[in-house]
Protein backbone atom coordinates (compact mmCIF):
# COMPACT_ATOMS: atom_id res chain seq x y z
CA UNK A 1 0.00 0.00 0.00
CA UNK A 2 1.02 3.39 -0.62
CA UNK A 3 1.59 6.31 1.69
CA UNK A 4 0.49 8.93 -0.32
CA UNK A 5 1.33 12.84 0.50
CA UNK A 6 1.97 15.80 -1.85
CA UNK A 7 5.13 18.26 -2.54
CA UNK A 8 3.96 21.70 -3.02
CA UNK A 9 6.74 23.81 -5.20
CA UNK A 10 5.06 27.05 -4.06
CA UNK A 11 6.53 29.66 -4.95
CA UNK A 12 5.64 28.35 -8.53
CA UNK A 13 1.71 29.16 -7.62
CA UNK A 14 0.71 32.37 -9.68
CA UNK A 15 -3.09 32.22 -7.91
CA UNK A 16 -4.87 30.73 -10.97
CA UNK A 17 -7.11 29.25 -9.06
CA UNK A 18 -7.32 26.38 -11.77
CA UNK A 19 -7.03 23.58 -9.03
CA UNK A 20 -9.81 24.71 -6.54
CA UNK A 21 -12.05 24.83 -9.52
CA UNK A 22 -10.77 20.75 -10.29
CA UNK A 23 -11.41 19.97 -6.80
CA UNK A 24 -14.99 21.16 -6.53
CA UNK A 25 -15.35 19.95 -10.38
CA UNK A 26 -14.15 16.62 -9.55
CA UNK A 27 -15.30 16.04 -5.80
CA UNK A 28 -18.47 17.70 -6.10
CA UNK A 29 -17.83 20.60 -3.45
CA UNK A 30 -20.99 23.26 -3.60
CA UNK A 31 -20.01 26.16 -6.05
CA UNK A 32 -19.24 29.05 -4.07
CA UNK A 33 -18.01 27.58 -1.27
CA UNK A 34 -15.19 29.20 0.16
CA UNK A 35 -11.94 27.58 0.83
CA UNK A 36 -13.54 24.20 1.14
CA UNK A 37 -10.76 21.11 0.61
CA UNK A 38 -8.71 23.47 -1.02
CA UNK A 39 -7.41 27.23 -1.15
CA UNK A 40 -4.77 29.59 -2.19
CA UNK A 41 -3.18 31.78 0.38
CA UNK A 42 -2.31 34.95 -0.46
CA UNK A 43 0.71 37.00 1.64
CA UNK A 44 0.15 40.75 -0.06
CA UNK A 45 2.95 42.85 -1.33
CA UNK A 46 4.73 44.82 1.41
CA UNK A 47 5.81 48.03 1.29
CA UNK A 48 4.40 51.58 0.20
CA UNK A 49 3.87 52.43 -3.09
CA UNK A 50 6.06 52.78 -5.57
CA UNK A 51 8.57 50.78 -3.00
CA UNK A 52 6.96 47.55 -3.52
CA UNK A 53 8.71 44.42 -2.75
CA UNK A 54 7.27 42.30 -5.61
CA UNK A 55 9.26 39.18 -4.23
CA UNK A 56 7.01 39.62 -0.75
CA UNK A 57 4.20 38.84 -3.05
CA UNK A 58 3.49 35.08 -2.49
CA UNK A 59 0.62 32.58 -2.87
CA UNK A 60 0.69 29.22 -0.65
CA UNK A 61 -1.92 26.49 -1.70
CA UNK A 62 -3.01 24.89 1.48
CA UNK A 63 -5.67 22.00 2.42
CA UNK A 64 -5.48 18.96 4.77
CA UNK A 65 -2.14 18.16 5.32
CA UNK A 66 -3.02 14.39 5.98
CA UNK A 67 -0.87 14.20 9.09
CA UNK A 68 0.66 11.34 10.20
CA UNK A 69 -0.06 12.28 13.49
CA UNK A 70 -3.50 13.15 13.46
CA UNK A 71 -5.20 15.34 16.26
CA UNK A 72 -8.58 15.03 14.36
CA UNK A 73 -8.54 11.06 13.87
CA UNK A 74 -7.89 10.83 17.63
CA UNK A 75 -10.27 12.67 19.05
CA UNK A 76 -13.38 11.71 16.88
CA UNK A 77 -15.72 10.01 19.31
CA UNK A 78 -16.95 7.58 16.59
CA UNK A 79 -14.06 6.54 14.28
CA UNK A 80 -15.51 8.72 11.44
CA UNK A 81 -12.33 9.74 11.13
CA UNK A 82 -9.55 7.47 9.97
CA UNK A 83 -6.42 6.58 8.40
CA UNK A 84 -7.01 4.50 4.92
CA UNK A 85 -4.75 1.72 3.90
CA UNK A 86 -3.09 4.33 1.76
CA UNK A 87 -2.13 6.53 5.31
CA UNK A 88 -4.96 9.13 3.94
CA UNK A 89 -6.96 10.94 6.65
CA UNK A 90 -10.93 10.14 4.87
CA UNK A 91 -14.23 10.97 6.75
CA UNK A 92 -17.04 8.29 6.65
CA UNK A 93 -20.25 10.27 6.60
CA UNK A 94 -22.49 7.12 7.68
CA UNK A 95 -20.63 7.45 11.25
CA UNK A 96 -20.45 11.25 11.77
CA UNK A 97 -21.92 12.66 14.05
CA UNK A 98 -21.52 16.60 13.86
CA UNK A 99 -19.97 16.87 16.98
CA UNK A 100 -17.22 19.50 15.31
CA UNK A 101 -14.62 17.94 17.51
CA UNK A 102 -12.10 17.39 14.79
CA UNK A 103 -12.61 20.57 13.78
CA UNK A 104 -11.36 22.43 16.79
CA UNK A 105 -8.76 20.30 17.16
CA UNK A 106 -7.61 20.27 13.45
CA UNK A 107 -4.27 23.07 13.52
CA UNK A 108 -4.55 23.83 10.05
CA UNK A 109 -8.57 24.81 9.81
CA UNK A 110 -9.13 22.06 7.14
CA UNK A 111 -12.19 20.82 8.22
CA UNK A 112 -16.07 22.60 6.99
CA UNK A 113 -19.17 20.86 7.31
CA UNK A 114 -20.48 19.98 4.19
CA UNK A 115 -24.17 21.18 3.77
CA UNK A 116 -25.64 17.99 1.31
CA UNK A 117 -24.57 15.76 4.26
CA UNK A 118 -24.21 17.67 7.58
CA UNK A 119 -21.48 16.31 8.34
CA UNK A 120 -17.81 17.22 8.16
CA UNK A 121 -15.66 16.60 5.19
CA UNK A 122 -12.20 18.00 3.78
CA UNK A 123 -9.53 17.19 1.41
CA UNK A 124 -8.95 13.50 0.73
CA UNK A 125 -6.87 13.30 -2.25
CA UNK A 126 -9.46 12.36 -4.21
CA UNK A 127 -9.65 8.96 -3.03
CA UNK A 128 -13.65 8.78 -3.90
CA UNK A 129 -13.00 9.43 -7.27
CA UNK A 130 -9.51 9.63 -9.17
CA UNK A 131 -8.01 6.78 -6.84
CA UNK A 132 -11.09 5.09 -6.78
CA UNK A 133 -10.95 4.63 -10.21
CA UNK A 134 -7.47 3.60 -10.30
CA UNK A 135 -5.87 6.35 -11.69
CA UNK A 136 -2.56 7.94 -9.51
CA UNK A 137 -3.30 11.66 -9.55
CA UNK A 138 -5.61 14.09 -7.76
CA UNK A 139 -7.21 16.34 -9.57
CA UNK A 140 -5.50 19.90 -8.27
CA UNK A 141 -2.23 17.98 -9.55
CA UNK A 142 -3.12 17.49 -12.87
CA UNK A 143 -4.91 20.48 -13.35
CA UNK A 144 -1.35 23.13 -12.22
CA UNK A 145 -0.44 24.68 -15.21
CA UNK A 146 2.64 25.43 -13.73
CA UNK A 147 3.35 21.78 -11.83
CA UNK A 148 2.91 23.11 -8.31
CA UNK A 149 1.37 20.23 -7.30
CA UNK A 150 3.70 16.99 -6.82
CA UNK A 151 1.75 14.04 -5.78
CA UNK A 152 2.82 10.33 -4.80
CA UNK A 153 3.79 7.33 -2.46
CA UNK A 154 6.77 8.60 0.09
CA UNK A 155 7.24 5.09 0.78
CA UNK A 156 8.52 4.67 -2.74
CA UNK A 157 12.05 5.94 -3.54
CA UNK A 158 11.86 6.09 -6.98
CA UNK A 159 8.68 7.97 -6.97
CA UNK A 160 8.69 11.60 -8.00
CA UNK A 161 7.76 13.09 -5.12
CA UNK A 162 10.43 11.23 -2.57
CA UNK A 163 13.02 12.12 -5.23
CA UNK A 164 11.99 15.62 -4.89
CA UNK A 165 12.16 15.36 -1.46
CA UNK A 166 15.44 14.14 -1.09
CA UNK A 167 16.98 17.07 -3.33
CA UNK A 168 15.34 20.07 -2.06
CA UNK A 169 14.93 21.30 1.06
CA UNK A 170 11.14 21.50 2.74
CA UNK A 171 9.42 22.38 5.57
CA UNK A 172 5.44 21.09 6.99
CA UNK A 173 3.45 23.35 8.56
CA UNK A 174 2.98 23.98 12.53
CA UNK A 175 5.85 21.00 13.04
CA UNK A 176 5.78 22.02 16.89
CA UNK A 177 2.41 19.97 16.89
CA UNK A 178 3.96 16.82 16.44
CA UNK A 179 0.97 16.34 13.80
CA UNK A 180 3.72 15.22 11.24
CA UNK A 181 1.83 16.75 8.33
CA UNK A 182 2.58 14.87 4.99
CA UNK A 183 2.28 18.15 2.65
CA UNK A 184 5.90 19.81 2.10
CA UNK A 185 6.55 23.10 0.87
CA UNK A 186 9.16 23.27 -1.54
CA UNK A 187 11.89 25.95 -0.83
CA UNK B 1 -46.41 -3.42 37.86
CA UNK B 2 -46.72 -1.55 40.62
CA UNK B 3 -44.57 1.46 40.60
CA UNK B 4 -45.14 2.83 44.21
CA UNK B 5 -43.23 -0.46 45.30
CA UNK B 6 -39.82 0.37 43.31
CA UNK B 7 -39.84 3.97 44.16
CA UNK B 8 -42.21 5.79 46.58
CA UNK B 9 -44.07 8.90 44.96
CA UNK B 10 -46.86 11.27 46.33
CA UNK B 11 -49.96 10.63 44.48
CA UNK B 12 -51.39 14.18 43.12
CA UNK B 13 -54.35 15.56 41.93
CA UNK B 14 -53.93 17.43 38.67
CA UNK B 15 -55.05 20.73 40.71
CA UNK B 16 -52.08 20.56 42.40
CA UNK B 17 -49.55 20.26 39.40
CA UNK B 18 -51.58 23.13 37.81
CA UNK B 19 -51.45 25.15 40.35
CA UNK B 20 -48.15 26.11 42.06
CA UNK B 21 -47.50 28.09 44.84
CA UNK B 22 -45.41 30.61 43.65
CA UNK B 23 -46.51 32.01 39.88
CA UNK B 24 -43.45 33.98 39.50
CA UNK B 25 -41.40 30.48 39.43
CA UNK B 26 -43.95 28.85 37.07
CA UNK B 27 -44.36 31.79 35.11
CA UNK B 28 -40.36 31.72 34.48
CA UNK B 29 -40.28 28.24 33.99
CA UNK B 30 -43.34 28.05 31.04
CA UNK B 31 -41.69 31.05 29.43
CA UNK B 32 -38.26 29.51 29.34
CA UNK B 33 -39.59 25.99 28.53
CA UNK B 34 -41.68 27.52 25.64
CA UNK B 35 -38.36 29.58 24.30
CA UNK B 36 -37.26 26.49 24.33
CA UNK B 37 -39.58 24.47 21.95
CA UNK B 38 -39.47 27.20 20.03
CA UNK B 39 -35.80 27.49 19.13
CA UNK B 40 -35.79 23.29 18.88
CA UNK B 41 -38.56 23.90 16.10
CA UNK B 42 -36.65 26.69 13.97
CA UNK B 43 -33.78 24.57 14.84
CA UNK B 44 -35.61 21.60 12.84
CA UNK B 45 -36.02 23.52 10.20
CA UNK B 46 -33.00 25.43 9.38
CA UNK B 47 -30.66 23.27 10.99
CA UNK B 48 -27.24 24.87 12.16
CA UNK B 49 -27.49 28.01 9.97
CA UNK B 50 -30.20 28.97 12.71
CA UNK B 51 -26.21 29.30 15.07
CA UNK B 52 -24.14 31.63 15.35
CA UNK B 53 -21.36 28.80 15.37
CA UNK B 54 -18.90 29.27 12.12
CA UNK B 55 -16.33 26.95 10.71
CA UNK B 56 -13.43 29.13 12.77
CA UNK B 57 -15.50 28.73 15.80
CA UNK B 58 -17.57 25.35 15.48
CA UNK B 59 -18.82 25.37 19.27
CA UNK B 60 -20.98 28.00 20.78
CA UNK B 61 -23.58 28.68 23.39
CA UNK B 62 -25.05 25.27 22.91
CA UNK B 63 -21.69 23.55 24.47
CA UNK B 64 -21.37 26.20 26.89
CA UNK B 65 -24.94 25.54 28.41
CA UNK B 66 -24.37 21.71 28.01
CA UNK B 67 -20.97 22.35 30.46
CA UNK B 68 -22.91 24.59 32.96
CA UNK B 69 -25.58 21.79 33.18
CA UNK B 70 -23.11 18.71 33.26
CA UNK B 71 -21.22 21.03 35.71
CA UNK B 72 -24.07 21.37 38.12
CA UNK B 73 -24.63 18.01 38.22
CA UNK B 74 -20.97 16.64 39.29
CA UNK B 75 -21.32 19.33 41.67
CA UNK B 76 -24.70 18.41 43.27
CA UNK B 77 -23.35 14.53 42.90
CA UNK B 78 -20.59 15.59 45.19
CA UNK B 79 -22.73 17.60 47.34
CA UNK B 80 -25.41 15.17 47.85
CA UNK B 81 -22.36 12.19 48.63
CA UNK B 82 -21.70 14.36 52.10
CA UNK B 83 -24.25 12.70 53.68
CA UNK B 84 -25.14 9.50 52.03
CA UNK B 85 -22.01 8.13 50.26
CA UNK B 86 -19.53 9.19 53.19
CA UNK B 87 -22.09 9.26 55.91
CA UNK B 88 -21.78 12.58 57.46
CA UNK B 89 -24.75 13.36 59.41
CA UNK B 90 -24.36 17.00 59.32
CA UNK B 91 -25.27 17.00 55.30
CA UNK B 92 -27.41 14.22 55.05
CA UNK B 93 -30.68 16.51 55.49
CA UNK B 94 -29.61 17.95 51.96
CA UNK B 95 -28.72 14.36 50.35
CA UNK B 96 -32.04 13.58 48.26
CA UNK B 97 -32.45 17.09 47.44
CA UNK B 98 -29.07 17.31 45.61
CA UNK B 99 -28.93 13.92 44.07
CA UNK B 100 -32.32 14.41 42.54
CA UNK B 101 -30.76 17.81 41.56
CA UNK B 102 -28.33 16.03 39.89
CA UNK B 103 -30.22 14.00 38.04
CA UNK B 104 -32.39 16.79 36.40
CA UNK B 105 -29.22 18.68 35.38
CA UNK B 106 -27.89 16.53 33.75
CA UNK B 107 -31.22 15.56 31.88
CA UNK B 108 -31.23 19.25 31.02
CA UNK B 109 -27.97 19.28 29.71
CA UNK B 110 -28.59 16.27 27.51
CA UNK B 111 -31.25 18.20 25.78
CA UNK B 112 -29.27 21.45 25.37
CA UNK B 113 -26.59 19.11 23.80
CA UNK B 114 -28.95 17.01 22.02
CA UNK B 115 -29.35 19.71 19.47
CA UNK B 116 -26.06 21.20 19.02
CA UNK B 117 -24.98 17.31 17.81
CA UNK B 118 -25.76 17.32 14.08
CA UNK B 119 -26.59 13.35 14.44
CA UNK B 120 -27.75 12.31 18.13
CA UNK B 121 -29.25 9.04 17.36
CA UNK B 122 -26.23 8.24 14.85
CA UNK B 123 -24.08 8.88 17.93
CA UNK B 124 -25.69 6.60 20.21
CA UNK B 125 -25.24 3.76 17.71
CA UNK B 126 -21.61 4.22 16.62
CA UNK B 127 -20.67 4.79 20.22
CA UNK B 128 -20.93 1.64 20.35
CA UNK B 129 -20.20 -0.31 17.62
CA UNK B 130 -17.44 2.02 16.68
CA UNK B 131 -15.64 3.61 19.41
CA UNK B 132 -12.87 5.96 19.44
CA UNK B 133 -11.76 5.07 22.90
CA UNK B 134 -8.70 8.14 21.94
CA UNK B 135 -11.56 10.76 22.05
CA UNK B 136 -11.96 12.57 25.24
CA UNK B 137 -15.52 13.15 23.81
CA UNK B 138 -16.27 9.54 23.67
CA UNK B 139 -15.60 8.76 27.06
CA UNK B 140 -17.40 11.85 28.41
CA UNK B 141 -20.63 10.77 27.04
CA UNK B 142 -20.29 7.26 27.91
CA UNK B 143 -19.19 7.88 31.17
CA UNK B 144 -21.93 9.96 31.87
CA UNK B 145 -24.51 7.51 30.73
CA UNK B 146 -23.41 5.16 33.02
CA UNK B 147 -23.52 8.18 35.84
CA UNK B 148 -26.56 8.85 35.00
CA UNK B 149 -27.50 5.19 35.73
CA UNK B 150 -26.11 5.14 38.70
CA UNK B 151 -27.45 8.37 39.72
CA UNK B 152 -31.14 7.50 39.02
CA UNK B 153 -30.22 3.81 41.30
CA UNK B 154 -28.75 5.78 43.97
CA UNK B 155 -31.98 8.10 44.23
CA UNK B 156 -34.41 5.15 43.78
CA UNK B 157 -32.58 3.81 47.27
CA UNK B 158 -32.48 6.58 48.84
CA UNK B 159 -36.44 7.04 48.30
CA UNK B 160 -36.43 3.94 49.91
CA UNK B 161 -34.51 4.81 52.52
CA UNK B 162 -32.36 1.95 51.57
CA UNK B 163 -28.82 3.62 52.83
CA UNK B 164 -26.51 0.66 52.27
CA UNK B 165 -27.82 0.50 48.87
CA UNK B 166 -27.56 3.66 48.29
CA UNK B 167 -24.25 4.51 49.36
CA UNK B 168 -22.96 1.36 47.19
CA UNK B 169 -24.38 3.09 44.12
CA UNK B 170 -23.81 6.95 45.26
CA UNK B 171 -20.08 5.79 45.72
CA UNK B 172 -19.73 4.42 42.33
CA UNK B 173 -21.71 6.85 40.40
CA UNK B 174 -20.08 9.64 41.78
CA UNK B 175 -16.83 7.49 41.30
CA UNK B 176 -17.89 7.57 37.67
CA UNK B 177 -19.29 11.27 37.44
CA UNK B 178 -15.70 11.92 38.57
CA UNK B 179 -14.00 10.46 35.71
CA UNK B 180 -16.75 11.50 33.28
CA UNK B 181 -16.32 15.56 34.13
CA UNK B 182 -12.39 15.13 34.07
CA UNK B 183 -13.04 13.94 30.53
CA UNK B 184 -15.10 16.70 30.07
CA UNK B 185 -12.25 18.93 30.76
CA UNK B 186 -9.99 16.69 28.93
CA UNK B 187 -12.30 17.28 25.82
CA UNK B 188 -10.59 20.58 26.20
CA UNK B 189 -6.92 19.67 27.31
CA UNK B 190 -6.45 17.24 24.03
CA UNK B 191 -7.01 20.47 21.88
CA UNK B 192 -2.72 20.55 20.95
CA UNK B 193 -4.04 23.33 18.44
CA UNK B 194 -5.49 26.00 20.93
CA UNK B 195 -2.35 26.37 22.98
CA UNK B 196 -4.62 28.40 26.08
CA UNK B 197 -7.11 25.19 26.43
CA UNK B 198 -4.32 22.25 26.37
CA UNK B 199 -2.66 21.02 29.00
CA UNK B 200 -3.53 19.72 32.33
CA UNK B 201 -5.64 22.76 33.56
CA UNK B 202 -8.81 22.15 32.75
CA UNK B 203 -9.77 18.62 34.24
CA UNK B 204 -8.89 19.44 37.49
CA UNK B 205 -10.44 23.03 37.42
CA UNK B 206 -13.82 21.41 35.80
CA UNK B 207 -13.77 19.10 38.96
CA UNK B 208 -13.05 22.22 41.56
CA UNK B 209 -15.85 24.64 39.95
CA UNK B 210 -17.94 21.57 40.17
CA UNK B 211 -18.02 21.45 44.13
CA UNK B 212 -18.19 25.25 43.89
CA UNK B 213 -21.62 24.98 41.70
CA UNK B 214 -23.12 22.24 43.26
CA UNK B 215 -23.08 24.26 46.91
CA UNK B 216 -23.99 27.59 45.13
CA UNK B 217 -27.53 25.31 44.34
CA UNK B 218 -28.07 23.87 47.27
CA UNK B 219 -28.31 27.10 48.33
CA UNK B 220 -30.66 28.48 45.92
CA UNK B 221 -32.88 24.77 46.70
CA UNK B 222 -32.78 25.80 50.05
CA UNK B 223 -33.15 29.42 50.08
CA UNK B 224 -36.32 28.94 47.54
CA UNK B 225 -37.98 26.37 49.24
CA UNK B 226 -37.71 28.45 52.65
CA UNK B 227 -38.04 31.91 51.00
CA UNK B 228 -39.47 34.37 53.60
CA UNK B 229 -38.97 31.94 56.63
CA UNK B 230 -36.46 30.95 58.80
CA UNK B 231 -34.74 27.42 57.62
CA UNK B 232 -34.65 24.29 59.81
CA UNK B 233 -32.08 23.68 61.99
CA UNK B 234 -29.97 20.25 60.57
CA UNK B 235 -30.48 22.29 56.76
CA UNK B 236 -28.96 25.78 58.73
CA UNK B 237 -26.14 23.37 59.90
CA UNK B 238 -25.53 21.85 56.66
CA UNK B 239 -25.67 24.71 55.10
CA UNK B 240 -23.25 26.88 57.24
CA UNK B 241 -20.77 23.65 56.81
CA UNK B 242 -20.98 24.31 53.06
CA UNK B 243 -20.60 28.10 53.30
CA UNK B 244 -17.21 27.63 55.13
CA UNK B 245 -16.36 25.14 51.97
CA UNK B 246 -17.19 27.14 49.85
CA UNK B 247 -14.88 30.07 50.98
CA UNK B 248 -11.76 27.58 50.84
CA UNK B 249 -12.73 26.26 47.17
CA UNK B 250 -13.52 29.59 45.91
CA UNK B 251 -9.88 30.82 47.33
CA UNK B 252 -8.60 27.91 45.58
CA UNK B 253 -10.24 28.63 42.41
CA UNK B 254 -9.25 32.46 42.26
CA UNK B 255 -5.56 30.91 42.99
CA UNK B 256 -5.72 28.73 40.14
CA UNK B 257 -6.89 31.21 38.05
CA UNK B 258 -4.19 33.65 38.76
CA UNK B 259 -1.57 31.13 37.99
CA UNK B 260 -3.57 30.32 34.80
CA UNK B 261 -3.15 33.52 33.76
CA UNK B 262 0.37 34.05 34.87
CA UNK B 263 1.43 30.84 33.07
CA UNK B 264 -0.56 31.97 30.19
CA UNK B 265 1.31 35.54 30.05
CA UNK B 266 4.83 34.84 31.00
CA UNK B 267 7.35 34.51 28.42
CA UNK B 268 4.61 35.75 25.56
CA UNK B 269 4.39 32.72 23.85
CA UNK B 270 2.37 33.84 20.43
CA UNK B 271 -0.94 32.65 20.80
CA UNK B 272 -0.94 32.07 24.34
CA UNK B 273 -0.06 35.16 25.48
CA UNK B 274 -1.50 37.12 23.07
CA UNK B 275 -5.06 34.90 23.67
CA UNK B 276 -4.65 35.67 27.58
CA UNK B 277 -3.86 39.42 27.37
CA UNK B 278 -7.11 39.40 25.15
CA UNK B 279 -9.01 37.73 27.74
CA UNK B 280 -7.75 39.88 30.68
CA UNK B 281 -9.54 42.73 28.73
CA UNK B 282 -12.54 41.68 28.29
CA UNK B 283 -15.60 42.46 30.72
CA UNK B 284 -17.12 38.99 30.82
CA UNK B 285 -13.51 37.97 32.51
CA UNK B 286 -13.47 40.66 34.77
CA UNK B 287 -17.58 41.31 35.89
CA UNK B 288 -18.75 37.88 34.62
CA UNK B 289 -16.29 35.55 36.18
CA UNK B 290 -13.97 36.84 38.55
CA UNK B 291 -17.15 39.31 40.31
CA UNK B 292 -20.30 37.67 40.04
CA UNK B 293 -18.28 34.15 40.49
CA UNK B 294 -15.52 34.66 43.21
CA UNK B 295 -15.24 37.54 44.63
CA UNK B 296 -18.92 38.85 45.61
CA UNK B 297 -19.65 35.18 47.01
CA UNK B 298 -16.41 35.12 48.87
CA UNK B 299 -17.05 38.62 50.62
CA UNK B 300 -20.17 37.41 51.35
CA UNK B 301 -18.79 34.20 53.42
CA UNK B 302 -15.61 36.08 54.23
CA UNK B 303 -17.09 38.64 56.16
CA UNK B 304 -20.02 36.43 58.21
CA UNK B 305 -17.57 33.21 58.24
CA UNK B 306 -19.83 31.62 56.54
CA UNK B 307 -22.57 31.91 59.22
CA UNK B 308 -24.99 34.30 56.94
CA UNK B 309 -26.85 31.94 55.11
CA UNK B 310 -29.82 34.36 53.72
CA UNK B 311 -27.44 36.47 52.32
CA UNK B 312 -25.56 33.45 50.99
CA UNK B 313 -28.56 32.39 49.21
CA UNK B 314 -28.36 35.83 46.97
CA UNK B 315 -24.76 35.47 46.79
CA UNK B 316 -25.06 32.19 45.12
CA UNK B 317 -27.60 33.29 42.71
CA UNK B 318 -25.02 36.07 41.68
CA UNK B 319 -22.74 33.51 41.77
CA UNK B 320 -24.44 31.13 39.67
CA UNK B 321 -24.24 33.72 36.76
CA UNK B 322 -20.65 34.12 37.31
CA UNK B 323 -20.49 29.77 36.45
CA UNK B 324 -22.55 30.97 33.48
CA UNK B 325 -19.59 32.77 32.17
CA UNK B 326 -16.95 30.88 33.15
CA UNK B 327 -18.52 28.22 31.16
CA UNK B 328 -19.42 30.33 28.04
CA UNK B 329 -15.74 32.23 28.50
CA UNK B 330 -14.25 28.54 28.51
CA UNK B 331 -15.65 27.82 24.95
CA UNK B 332 -15.70 30.61 23.56
CA UNK B 333 -11.67 31.74 24.71
CA UNK B 334 -10.17 28.21 23.19
CA UNK B 335 -11.22 29.60 19.57
CA UNK B 336 -10.48 32.73 19.94
CA UNK B 337 -7.30 32.51 17.87
CA UNK B 338 -7.37 31.74 14.30
CA UNK B 339 -6.25 28.43 13.09
CA UNK B 340 -6.00 29.54 9.44
CA UNK B 341 -2.88 28.41 8.35
CA UNK B 342 -1.65 30.67 4.89
CA UNK B 343 -4.97 32.24 4.43
CA UNK B 344 -3.97 35.18 6.86
CA UNK B 345 -3.66 37.78 4.57
CA UNK B 346 -6.25 36.92 2.19
CA UNK B 347 -8.43 39.43 1.26
CA UNK B 348 -6.18 42.05 2.95
CA UNK B 349 -8.03 40.83 6.64
CA UNK B 350 -5.57 41.60 9.22
CA UNK B 351 -5.35 38.62 11.61
CA UNK B 352 -7.82 39.23 14.11
CA UNK B 353 -9.48 36.89 17.07
CA UNK B 354 -12.40 35.05 15.83
CA UNK B 355 -15.69 36.76 16.49
CA UNK B 356 -18.72 34.85 17.49
CA UNK B 357 -21.81 36.07 19.62
CA UNK B 358 -25.25 33.51 19.80
CA UNK B 359 -27.43 33.19 17.86
CA UNK B 360 -31.47 34.03 19.09
CA UNK B 361 -32.31 29.91 18.33
CA UNK B 362 -28.91 29.48 20.36
CA UNK B 363 -30.09 31.83 23.24
CA UNK B 364 -33.72 30.14 23.23
CA UNK B 365 -32.46 26.67 23.20
CA UNK B 366 -29.73 27.19 25.60
CA UNK B 367 -31.21 29.38 28.07
CA UNK B 368 -34.56 27.60 27.60
CA UNK B 369 -32.86 24.41 29.05
CA UNK B 370 -33.19 26.18 32.33
CA UNK B 371 -36.70 26.23 31.91
CA UNK B 372 -36.56 22.24 31.48
CA UNK B 373 -34.89 21.89 34.87
CA UNK B 374 -37.58 23.73 36.56
CA UNK B 375 -40.21 22.02 35.83
CA UNK B 376 -38.41 18.94 36.24
CA UNK B 377 -37.52 20.70 39.82
CA UNK B 378 -40.85 21.29 40.27
CA UNK B 379 -42.75 18.11 39.31
CA UNK B 380 -39.57 16.21 41.84
CA UNK B 381 -40.76 18.56 44.87
CA UNK B 382 -44.34 17.59 44.19
CA UNK B 383 -44.12 13.69 43.10
CA UNK B 384 -40.88 12.93 46.26
CA UNK B 385 -40.43 13.68 49.84
CA UNK B 386 -36.96 15.13 49.63
CA UNK B 387 -36.86 15.96 53.11
CA UNK B 388 -37.69 13.37 55.45
CA UNK B 389 -34.35 12.08 57.21
CA UNK B 390 -33.84 8.61 56.54
CA UNK B 391 -34.48 6.08 59.73
CA UNK B 392 -31.10 4.51 61.23
CA UNK B 393 -31.08 1.47 61.51
S1 LIG C 1 -4.66 18.76 8.54
FE1 LIG C 1 -6.32 18.75 9.98
S2 LIG C 1 -7.91 17.57 8.98
FE2 LIG C 1 -6.01 17.12 7.90
S3 LIG C 1 -5.21 15.27 8.91
FE3 LIG C 1 -4.24 17.03 9.90
S4 LIG C 1 -5.58 17.45 11.65
FE4 LIG C 1 -6.74 16.16 10.27
S1 LIG D 1 -17.49 15.94 13.60
FE1 LIG D 1 -17.59 13.89 12.72
S2 LIG D 1 -15.55 13.43 11.97
FE2 LIG D 1 -15.40 15.19 13.34
S3 LIG D 1 -14.90 14.35 15.35
FE3 LIG D 1 -17.10 14.54 15.28
S4 LIG D 1 -17.83 12.57 14.53
FE4 LIG D 1 -15.63 12.66 14.06
Keep these: ?187 | MDLQKIIPYRKLSLKELLVPENKFMALVAIVLTALFLIGVMIYLVHGHHAYGVTREHPWGLLIAMYIFFVVSSTGLCIVGSFGDVFGFKDYMAVSKRAIFGSIITILSGFAVIAFEIGHPVRMMIYNVISPGLTSAIWWMGTLYGIYLTFMVIEFVFLMRNDMKRAKIFGLIGLLVGLAAHSNLGGVFGFLNARVVANGVFYPTYFILTAFITGIYLIFLMYGYKYRGQPFPEDVAKALTNFAKIQGLLLAILMFFETWKMLTGVYGGMPERADTIMHILHTKSFWLGEVLCGMVIPFLVILKSKGTAIKSMVWASFIGMIGIFYMRYDLVHDAQLFPMQTLKIREYQLPPSFVDYFPSLTEMMIGFGGIGLCLILYFLGTKLFDLDSMPEHH
Excluded at chain 1, 12 to 31: D, F, M, R, S, T
Excluded at chain 1, 92 to 112: E, F, Q, T, V
Excluded at chain 1, 139 to 156: E, M, N, S, Y
Design chain 1, 1 to 187: MARYGMALDYKNCINCKACEVACKEENGVLLGADKHRIWVGVKEIEGEFPLLSIASNTFMPSQCQHCDNAPCEEVCPTHATYYDENGVVRVDSDKCILCSYCMNACPYDARYVDDRTVTVDKCNFCSDTRLARGEVTTACQATCPTKVRIFGDLDDPNSEISQVLREREHFTLKTHLGTKPKLFYLI
